[in-house]
């Protein structure tokens, strides 16, 4: 009898940890260019800062796949989720204490 994928505890945890990265992804696709758009009143900021999260994807991903190709994809995603956990952990802290600024969101 085969065992269901739900049976193994590390194949969950990645399910899990995958699914709310990659939800929290696609949230900050909406969440920036509104933000931008509310902080600056401007369509061409919320366009811009668009731009950048889609953008930055694009023009990473053929470096992104030299190096999955090359180290631990593991530890890849581990660093990078830690990374864009930093990033928007000083958005946040920004924002909590009034200095965002459109510079920041399009960096972050």
């Not at 940890?17 to 939800?23: E, L, N, Q």
């Not at 949230?27 to 950048?52: D, E, H, K, N, Q």
């Not at 924002?95 to 965002?100: K, R, T």
């Amino acid at each position: 009898m085969k065992r269901s994928l739900l049976g193994n505890a590390d194949y969950v945890w990645y399910s899990l940890a995958r699914t709310s990265s990659v939800a929290g992804s696609q949230l900050t696709y909406v969440a920036f260019p509104l933000y931008a758009l509310a902080i600056t009143r401007s369509p061409a900021a919320a366009g811009l800062v668009g731009l950048a999260t889609y953008g930055s994807s694009v023009l990473a991903a053929p470096w992104a796949g030299a190096i999955a190709d090359r180290r631990n994809r593991r530890t890849i995603m581990l660093a990078c989720d830690l990374a864009r956990t930093a990033a928007l952990g000083v958005l946040a802290a920004a924002i909590a204490l009034g200095w965002s600024s459109l510079s920041l969101t399009l960096a972050v």
